[in-house]
């Protein structure tokens, strides 16, 4: 089993940053693929980012490219999604999951563990 837990998430406003942070523990591996999802109300959770724990390779919904980083602190065992230039729109519980497999997956479906999500809140 994985654990995965979320933090950081908050009310800022549009044009602001956030970091959010995702501690996974348990029988994780080196192989996983570390994703964030975000889901906002009335509306399906999608994709946001995903990243590996070992090498550099980094995946983004155009939606999010160049205003999203994500990254890892392998020692930590934590993934990182720093967000900037916050838009109303980027409004959305924020969840982290885990993928037991050695090929990204964009879809929620591949992921095997999620955290129980972290609330942003982006005004105007």
């Known amino acids: 089993q994985v654990q995965l837990v979320e933090s950081g998430g908050g009310l800022v406003q549009a044009g602001d940053s956030l970091r959010l942070s995702c501690q996974a523990s348990?029988?994780?591996?080196?192989?996983?693929?570390m994703g964030w999802f975000r889901q906002a109300q009335g509306k399906e959770r999608e994709f946001v980012a995903a990243?590996?724990?070992?090498?550099?390779?980094?995946y983004y919904a155009d939606s999010v490219k160049g205003r999203f980083t994500i990254s890892r602190d392998n020692a930590k065992m934590t993934v990182y999604l720093q967000m900037n230039s916050l838009k109303p729109e980027d409004t959305a519980v924020y969840y982290c999951?885990?993928?037991?497999?050695?090929?990204?997956?964009?879809?929620?479906?591949?992921?095997?563990?999620w955290g129980q999500g972290t609330q942003v809140t982006v005004s105007p």
């Open positions: 999951a885990a993928r037991r497999q050695l090929v990204v997956s964009l879809a929620q479906q591949g992921y095997d563990y």
């Open positions: 348990g029988r994780t591996s080196s192989n996983y693929f």
């Open positions: 990243i590996r724990w070992t090498y550099d390779n980094t």
